[in-house]
């Protein structure tokens, strides 16, 4: 029933000016830290988190950067973990992580499955992506903050709850971000109603990318 019942859409660099911003506005406040921590929300199938480890990997910053992939749909912690996805989906990501900044082609970081694989026509991500991932079930609805975390990426997650759930969620990443922490909603949420506003400065506006106060 959960499978039905959670949405796992997405799409790899999903919204190329969101990864955009994240590598001109974000990335030079991450490079500051010694070591970093990630968190991508409501990871679904994983696309969102391999878009986020491409960049970092670009950036020098992957090595040092421990990420935390969380969903509360185990099959698609699975799919997420095996980071293989559709050569039909792969042709237009190419065209999305180009605009977001992508220094190299997206073709590097992946090898098509043979003919005679069991994933014909699909396109596995390389394994160095995920080593420092984890891939965990976590729900922003009963779950408690799990670590220190100096990114939050949560897209296209809290449109699916209801006000008080929402707050709930918000407040969760207030206590869970360090001090000048970021988070992420994209440009279709806001955290504008919520009573944790008042916590959060606008660091990109059209992207819904917020700073934390402290």
């Known amino acids: 029933m959960l499978q039905y019942l959670t949405n796992s859409a997405s799409e790899l660099f999903r919204d190329s000016s969101y990864f955009l911003s994240l590598r001109e506005k ?64 792969i042709e237009t990501a190419a065209q999305r992580y180009q605009k977001s900044g992508g220094k190299r082609a997206l073709s590097d970081y992946y090898k098509v499955e043979s003919a005679s694989s069991s994933a014909a026509g699909s396109a596995r991500f390389h394994s160095t992506l995920k080593k420092n991932v984890t891939f965990a079930d976590h729900s922003l609805v009963t779950d408690a ?44 949420e806001t955290i504008q109603f919520s009573h944790y506003a008042k916590y ?15």
């Open 26 to 89: 974000v990335i030079p406040h991450l490079k500051t830290y010694p070591s970093i921590k990630v968190w991508v929300a409501g990871c679904a199938t994983g696309e969102e988190v391999y878009s986020l480890a491409i960049i970092l990997e670009e950036e020098e910053l992957l090595e040092r950067t421990t990420l935390y992939a969380t969903d509360i749909n185990s099959r698609s912690l699975e799919a997420a973990e095996k980071g293989v996805f559709g050569l039909d989906e």
């Open 145 to 188: 903050v799990f670590a220190e975390i100096h990114l939050i990426s949560c897209r296209n997650v809290l449109l699916y709850l209801n006000n008080e759930l929402q707050n709930r969620a918000i407040g969760l990443f207030h206590e869970s971000l360090c001090r000048k922490g970021f988070l992420g909603l994209g440009s279709r």
């Open 200 to 214: 959060f400065d606008y660091l990109v506006k059209s992207d819904r990318i917020f700073q934390n106060r402290g």
